[in-house]
């Protein structure tokens, strides 16, 4: 959860009105020249990464759309690679243990996720066969009841999913394009997009942190530290109440004592408190006056992203004061890069990361739950100037079974 003072900066893409409506006011209490002396913020010498799309990651892309996406194999049999779902019970000595039984299980065959035969005996069933599989525990089993331990696991295959084969006729019944090549060209477009808005993000970030480096402040009013204050807190009580979970027990599942939570809400309001200082001071020395018209036509752009149908619908889920905010953000933003010397480099392709996906002993399945930040009403970037739509977060749940 830890975060700069960049954290506070949401992004929308600035597009200017024709319109004439109401000014914006100042999104700090003081005047800025009472609290911050500006770095240089013109001029500023950038580099710019160009990313160029690769066939790695093209075909990364498409394997891991197609395993996402699998198809019913029919009447079987089960083959390595397929996902079988399964219903299954285990039994010692002809009594069914502890966490030896499931409903609709759906195991990926190959994944090694279950004890050592027990997904080579899956294999070649049919779907609806039903098939005693016996099987010794490994002497290194952590249940001592289970270590070393003969039983029978009784396995019913429900149904039989396979990844299924890139060809014309998934890309006609599964996507907008026709062909394959076509359907290339697409991710491909896909891709670029996606680095050119993390490109662009990396920019933002570069040019504000030089100015943020460069800059002086005072003692920063006790009024807009505690609104970065508040906004810390309400968004780790957002998150409680989205897994249900007490705000001490979301605390210390961040990794926090109730005394360095504070601790860190006091740093993140200081840093946002120093964000909006810097972006309205910007505004300020150069007399530039953002107005409501200039809000309509960047919230246009994300109203979409929010389901929102009008701006008022828009302000009414991230709040007025939230709009306000972005809009002075991506005006100043907009101003400092317009203003800067850009230099562009090729960037190094990435490569695809492997995802490694662990799964837990059937006895001692327990739900994991990832501690996300949902996206809150308004825009929150991580660590850095991003881009990014806003989202709900989602739990994950892994319940797994019968693993080593």
Request: charged letters at 30%.
């Amino acid at each position: 959860m830890k975060k700069t003072a960049l954290a506070a900066i949401p992004a929308f893409c600035l597009v200017l009105s024709q319109t004439a409506l109401a000014d914006i006011p100042s999104i700090v209490s003081k005047d800025t020249s009472e609290v911050v002396t500006l770095g240089e913020y013109k001029g500023l010498e950038l580099t710019k990464e160009v990313p160029e799309i690769t066939d790695e990651e093209i075909n990364a892309r498409i394997e891991t759309t197609l395993s996402e996406n699998p198809e019913d194999a029919g009447d079987g049999p089960v083959e390595t690679g397929d996902i079988a779902t399964i219903d299954y019970e285990g039994k010692k000595d002809g009594v069914a243990f502890e966490g030896g039984t499931s409903e609709g299980y759906p195991l990926e065959i190959g994944s090694g996720s279950f004890i050592p035969g027990f997904e080579d005996g899956v294999i070649g069933m049919m779907k609806g066969e039903t098939k005693d599989i016996p099987l010794t525990f490994p002497e290194e089993y952590h249940s001592e009841e289970l270590a070393g331990q003969d039983v029978v696991f009784t396995v019913t295959v429900q149904s039989i999913s396979r990844t299924p084969v890139l060809s014309d006729e998934w890309v006609k019944n599964s996507t907008d394009a026709q062909t394959v090549d076509e359907y290339r060209e697409q991710v491909k477009a896909e891709l670029q997009e996606e680095a050119d808005a993390a490109a662009e993000s990396s920019l933002r970030d570069q040019a504000f942190q030089l100015i943020l480096n460069g800059s002086e402040f005072t003692d920063l009013p006790d009024e807009d530290v505690q609104f970065g204050i508040d906004y810390e807190k309400q968004s780790a009580e957002q998150m409680a109440a989205y897994y249900g979970m007490e705000m001490k027990d979301m605390i210390e599942a961040m990794g926090y004592t109730e005394e360095s939570f504070e601790e860190e809400c006091r740093e993140y309001g200081e840093n946002q408190a120093k964000v909006f200082y810097i972006l309205q001071g910007v505004l300020d020395q150069e007399g530039i006056v953002v107005t409501d018209a200039d809000a309509e036509e960047i919230l246009a752009n994300y109203m979409e992203a929010y389901g929102a149908e009008t701006i008022s619908d828009l302000k009414e889920t991230v709040g007025e004061e939230a709009v306000d905010r972005a809009a002075v953000t991506e005006t100043a933003m907009k101003f400092i890069l317009d203003n800067a010397v850009i230099t562009e480099t090729e960037a190094a392709p990435e490569e695809a990361a492997a995802e490694e996906v662990t799964e837990a002993a059937p006895e001692e399945a327990e739900d994991a739950e990832e501690v996300t930040e949902a996206a809150p009403e308004e825009a929150e970037a991580a660590e850095e100037v991003t881009e990014a739509a806003p989202e709900e977060a989602e739990a994950s749940e892994e319940t797994t079974a019968a693993a080593e």
